[in-house]
């Protein structure tokens, strides 16, 4: 901490007179490098300057805790970002991340919306959803607002009419012939293959001329929108024509989504994590239910910085306020062993004094080496932890404390799921708040 006084506001406005007109995201932070808040912006130099106008009457507009936020703010810290929906994206991840004290929204596991097309099905089915099957589907988004997607889909369903029921449809069930299809079928929004209609090959013809339509120019649907619109018009029928104008704007609207990897959600969490936890325990021989797992990363930003992270899972899933980062001090150079060393004392050592307690498991990134290094500072501690492991990429190995052999399960063994998350959770966290940061006094223990 710092006597120091927070810049004045006419500092902070030539900072932010310096500040892009373009979509993104804002950070404001107090002396000491610590977020308060993160907001989003559609222009970011127009937003930002907002809080420090003195016309801006802040208590009325946005209250008490934002009047008193901006009393400690020293520094403002952007992200540039493509469009507003990406902004929106980066906004909530970056909340979910850093928790700051100002932001009451969007610090819970809430997550954003997918279009999910179920492929390993006979016959996909289109829908809306928040707990993809990652497995299985194919995804488009995340998008920033469900009833937008859900209006999107309708007039999707009307031009390929794919099923958005969840029924369970067999291509080689003969009774589907005597089964009685929904509404959608008779206003002819649906090809109905539960009720045998459609072919399998037909149907999934349909579907993936909506995939390509999901990812390409999709001007000749567009086209035959309007056309349709303005046959409305000049028919007066201008109720159908609002009708055809709402649904060419949600169409438009289907660019406005996030990236399924760039955009990664790590709340969605496609295994049962206590299947997970409950095959753990009599794998690394602990006669108590296992509950709390930390997993430590070592990552390398640019070349140059080196950051530890350690996340927290209870009860498998993300706790994160027991989420830390940690920048590498007493490491010259990339050392991973060495840069373990110095993560697990600094976390560890009030543990070793009995002054906290241990999780029940701790997890480090890497293998039999990673594993030694963390276990080198265990040793010099007069209260050893209960089980540390590590997990080796690619060929995911895990490694346990006192034996030689690594332990191999299936690929979709729910336990190697579960550590897989945990070690890749860790792995984002060191990554990401570096590269929407880009300030080395953000990393912030």
Same mark, same amino acid.
């Given at each position: 901490?710092?006597?120091?006084q927070p810049?004045?506001?006419?500092s ?16 404001m932070?107090d002396i ?5 808040y993160?907001g989003?912006a559609?222009?970011?130099r127009d ?13 009325g ?22 469009s507003e ?12 991340d ?16 997918y279009l ?37 889909v309708?007039?999707?369903?009307r ?7 969840h029924l ?11 089964f009685?299809?929904?509404?959608l ?8 293959p ?5 072919s ?13 339509f ?21 028919k ?9 104008r709402?649904?060419i704007?949600?169409?438009? $609207?289907?660019?406005? &989504?996030?990236?399924?990897?760039e955009h990664?959600? #790590?709340?969605?969490?496609q %295994? +049962?994590?206590?299947k @997970? ?10 006669s ?9 990363d070592?990552?390398h ?16 899933r ?5 989420y830390?980062?940690?920048?590498i001090?007493?490491v010259d ?5 060495a ?6 004392? $600094?976390?560890?050592? &009030? ?7 241990? #999780?029940?498991?701790?997890l %480090? +990134?890497?293998?039999? @080496? ?15 932890p ?6 080796a ?12 052999e690594?332990?191999r ?7 190697l799921?579960?550590?897989?998350y945990?070690r ?5 966290f ?7 940061l880009?300030?080395k006094?953000?990393?912030n223990?």
């Amino acid at each position: 901490m710092t006597d120091k006084q927070p810049k004045d506001v006419e500092s902070l406005r030539e900072t932010i007179r310096t500040f892009p007109k373009v979509p993104g995201v804002y950070l404001m932070k107090d002396i000491d490098g610590l977020v308060l808040y993160i907001g989003k912006a559609k222009v970011l130099r127009d937003r930002v300057m907002s809080y420090f106008q003195p016309s801006a009457d802040l208590m009325g507009t946005r209250g008490p805790k934002i009047v008193e936020m901006l009393q400690k703010v020293d520094d403002i810290t952007f992200l540039e970002c493509e469009s507003e929906v990406e902004a929106i994206l980066n906004e909530s991840r970056l909340i979910k991340d850093i928790q700051p004290q100002y932001n009451t929204r969007q610090t819970d596991d809430k997550t954003f919306p997918y279009l999910e097309v179920t492929m390993g099905d006979d016959f996909p089915g289109v829908f809306v959803t928040r707990e993809p099957n990652f497995k299985d589907s194919k995804l488009y988004g995340p998008f920033s607002s469900t009833g937008e997607l859900r209006r999107v889909v309708q007039v999707l369903q009307r031009v390929f009419k794919f099923r958005t029921c969840h029924l369970d449809i067999d291509a080689d069930d003969d009774k589907r012939k005597y089964f009685r299809p929904c509404i959608l079928a008779d206003i002819d929004q649906c090809t109905a293959p539960c009720a045998d209609f459609i072919s399998k090959k037909v149907y999934r013809d349909d579907i993936k001329r909506l995939q390509r339509f999901l990812v390409s120019k999709r001007s000749v649907i567009i086209k035959q929108l309007r056309e349709e619109m303005e046959d409305y018009s000049k028919k007066q029928e201008y109720e159908d024509a609002a009708r055809v104008r709402d649904e060419i704007k949600a169409l438009d $609207r289907l660019d406005d &989504r996030g990236n399924v990897d760039e955009h990664v959600q #790590p709340e969605l969490f496609q %295994i +049962d994590p206590l299947k @997970g936890l409950e095959l753990l325990g009599p794998l690394l021989e602990l006669s108590q239910p296992i509950r709390v797992i930390e997993g430590i990363d070592i990552a390398h930003i640019q070349g140059q910085e080196t950051v530890g992270s350690l996340v927290c899972f209870i009860d498998g899933r993300p706790f994160k306020n027991g989420y830390r980062r940690f920048r590498i001090k007493e490491v010259d150079g990339i050392d991973d062993y060495a840069s373990i060393r110095e993560v697990v004392k $600094r976390r560890y050592r &009030r543990a070793g004094s009995s002054e906290e307690l241990y #999780p029940d498991v701790i997890l %480090i +990134d890497g293998g039999l @080496g990673q594993l030694h290094a963390a276990m080198e500072v265990f040793d010099d501690m007069s209260i050893k932890p209960p089980r540390v492991i590590s997990l080796a990429k690619k060929e995911e190995l895990i490694y346990i404390q006192e034996k030689s052999e690594p332990i191999r399960l299936t690929r979709d063994h729910p336990t190697l799921r579960l550590l897989q998350y945990l070690r890749d959770e860790a792995h984002r966290f060191a990554q990401h708040y570096f590269h929407i940061l880009r300030q080395k006094k953000m990393f912030n223990e």
